[in-house]
């Protein structure tokens, strides 16, 4: 089975700091997606942001950014100004791939906001 | 906008007892999702549908299954609930598995 690597179960972060959650994956496929879920406490599964394997273009989405490195099968959450609300369990995740749907997940990283 | 609406949102069940967990959504996305998520774990997919009528297994199917006879809604059947099953359900809708999927609310399922 193609696998999702957090290597990270748990980050502490000041607030308004900058943190970074590490995420690797193994794949044969050259086009694929990768996503970033937050689940908050409220248990909703929450997308982040998403990354397109053929944009060499990092993705952003306000205070989040990913650093892909294609080669090297590494997909970094970038959290910048980190706020109380952020605080939550990060999920890196790709699609299963060899003509099989849905989506592999890492283990997750509980991310702490320190006030 | 309802989204993705999981019943029941917990259940408590005994050893052997049956049930079903439905799953609707309102975004006429083909393609439908069952995870569950274990204590210290990501979510694993048990089985996914890619349209009305269809279903697949996933990762973790055994002890399961699972039916879409209508577009919107996909049911999740347990037979005879072991306490292995012990989880929290995840139910998911996308439009195609290269862009989000959207989650429903989770049920938390206790098999005593």
């Known amino acids: 089975a193609q696998t999702v690597t957090q290597s990270q179960p748990e980050m502490s972060v000041q607030e308004a700091e900058t943190v970074t959650l590490s995420c690797t994956y193994d794949?044969?496929?050259?086009?694929?997606?990768l996503f970033w879920y937050k689940q908050p406490p409220s248990r909703q599964m929450i997308l982040v942001i998403r990354?397109?394997?053929?944009?060499?273009q990092n993705a952003t989405e306000n205070r989040f950014s990913v650093n892909f490195q294609k080669a090297a099968k590494s997909f970094s959450l970038k959290i910048s100004d980190s706020q109380l609300g952020d605080a939550a369990m990060y999920f890196c995740?790709?699609?299963f791939g060899g003509g099989a749907d849905g989506l592999t997940f890492g283990k997750g990283t509980h991310l702490i906001i320190q006030p | 906008n309802a989204g993705v609406t999981q019943t029941p949102k917990f259940r408590v069940l005994k050893t052997g007892q049956s049930m079903t967990l439905l799953c609707a959504q309102d975004?006429?996305?083909?393609?439908m999702y069952w995870y569950r998520q274990d204590p210290g774990m990501g979510l694993r997919l048990i089985h996914y549908?890619?349209?009305?009528?269809?279903?697949a297994k996933g990762e973790v199917p055994d002890g399961y299954n699972v039916s879409r006879l209508k577009k919107q809604n996909f049911l999740l059947g347990l037979e005879s609930a072991a306490p292995s099953q012990t989880s929290v359900y995840f139910c998911?809708?996308?439009?195609?598995?290269?862009?989000?999927?959207?989650f429903g609310q989770g049920t938390r399922l206790t098999v005593v």
């Open positions: 995740a790709r699609p």
């Open positions: 549908s890619v349209g009305e009528g269809t279903t």
């Open positions: 794949t044969s496929e050259s086009d694929y997606y």
């Open positions: 975004m006429n996305h083909e393609y």
């Open positions: 998911a809708s996308s439009l195609s598995n290269r862009i989000e999927a959207f």
């Open positions: 990354q397109e394997a053929y944009k060499q």
